[in-house]
């Protein structure tokens, strides 16, 4: 049941354990197929969520929590799972050395890329020929759809983890446990409706990286921007006597005046970006939408700086007006996570338990625990197995996958 290896201190639940990776495996697989994709404008709209496709996997979630055991399975007017596993120690004293831990993964997929009639292709890999330099099982794409491995990856994992404790109940100690699967994580909106008022939890860690290794616990600072152009609208035929001023032209030399060295295709580790979105509009009317992201909030003020005075170089040069306005999105989790440094200790410790080497690399981007961390629950992220996330190139390793259960069971049996 349990693999040990004793000189390294490192403790294997699932990796390695051929019944429970299999179990894993169809897990994922049957998550994937689920439907479950995001939509962002009908999220900015204020719709939560933002799709009735997400209330698929959410009520499947549901049926199988309430199968394994656990208890307070709830499924929020907002399409949130909540679940909560009692503490297995009968000792008051002994149960005080272990403390609530939340875990957290979407499942919701990105719109970037269609997540419908997804169909996983599954090869066994030797460590020559593996992406992943072991012997291991890949599940891709047939190359139409992206998998979905972010996040299903993650709730595949946290199941797995929640599925070994339940059936080995009496085996391991461990303290209370919280489970959220939220909608909308793609859209930035994944914390907008979380229920905080029933979570006890006072650390929590979201499931939501890549490559194996991966822990978390900085991110960009991020902002949207709309820049609206208004324009002069005429006959064609005789825009120069009727001075006509077209808002798509203003937009479209905004956007090519954004400095190049500035954009999200030129920029990598701890450097900002400006990235224009979508542009659409009439010769009357035209919208840019814009991310702006840094891990500096001086930073983001440059940012900012710079599209204002492009706005205006344009306005200036060729008629016109805009309005620019700009909204925070998530802020840099790292001050908070110093300020709260437990759960980052004992997700260390849990590594190590499993042997794991650490890999800390910033996100270059943000996870609902960026934003539950700013509500005052830290929240690092770790690794799911994913990877090539958002693309018809996306795919997941099974080993990885394994591990970070591993981790996540390892955390939960720690005591303080």
Request: some cysteine; proline content about 4%.
């Amino acid at each position: 049941m349990i693999k040990t290896d004793s000189g390294a201190g490192k403790m294997n639940y699932i990796y390695g354990n051929e019944n429970e990776m299999n179990k894993l495996l169809n897990r994922f697989i049957r998550y994937v197929k689920v439907w479950s994709e995001s939509d962002e404008k009908k999220a900015d709209e204020g719709k939560m969520p933002s799709t009735e496709q997400q209330w698929d996997l959410a009520k499947m979630l549901v049926k199988e929590l309430r199968n394994l055991g656990t208890r307070n399975v709830y499924l929020t007017d907002f399409c949130y799972v909540v679940a909560k596993i009692d503490s297995n120690i009968i000792d008051p004293q002994e149960r005080e050395k272990y403390p609530s831990i939340l875990l957290m993964a979407h499942i919701d997929t990105s719109d970037e890329v269609s997540g419908k009639d997804v169909k996983p292709v599954i090869s066994v890999q030797s460590a020559e020929n593996s992406l992943t330099h072991e012997n291991d099982t890949i599940i891709k794409t047939d190359g139409t759809t992206l998998l979905g491995a972010d996040d299903k990856a993650g709730v595949s994992a946290i199941m797995t983890a929640v599925e070994f404790l339940m059936n080995h109940y009496e085996d391991f100690p461990h303290g209370p446990i919280e489970i959220v699967f939220s909608p909308d994580e793609e859209t930035g909106h994944g914390m907008d409706k979380v229920p905080l008022n029933i979570i006890k939890s006072k650390m929590a860690v979201t499931v939501d990286g890549g490559d194996e290794g991966e822990l978390e616990s900085e991110c960009f600072n991020a902002f949207s921007c709309c820049v609206r152009f208004t324009g002069k609208a005429c006959h064609t035929g005789y825009a120069k006597q009727g001075g006509m001023v077209n808002a798509v032209r203003l937009a479209s030399k905004f956007v090519s005046l954004l400095p190049e060295n500035m954009l999200p295709e030129t920029t990598q580790d701890y450097e900002g970006f400006i990235s224009p979105m979508d542009i659409s509009g009439t010769i009357e009317s035209a919208c840019v939408n814009l991310l702006l992201r840094s891990f500096d909030m001086k930073e983001i003020e440059k940012e900012k700086t710079i599209i204002l005075n492009t706005v205006n170089q344009v306005t200036n040069e060729l008629g016109g007006r805009a309005d620019v306005q700009f909204n925070e999105q998530y802020l840099n989790m790292k001050e908070k996570m110093l300020e709260n440094p437990e759960i980052l200790n004992r997700l260390e410790k849990a590594y190590e338990d499993s042997g794991m080497k650490i890999v800390k690399k910033p996100i270059r981007g943000g996870t609902d625990g960026s934003r539950l961390t700013q509500m005052g629950i830290p929240t690092p992220n770790i690794f799911t197995g994913g990877h090539e996330f958002h693309s018809k190139n996306e795919w997941a390793s099974l080993n990885q996958m394994a591990k970070a259960a591993d981790v996540i069971i390892n955390l939960l049996i720690q005591k303080k």
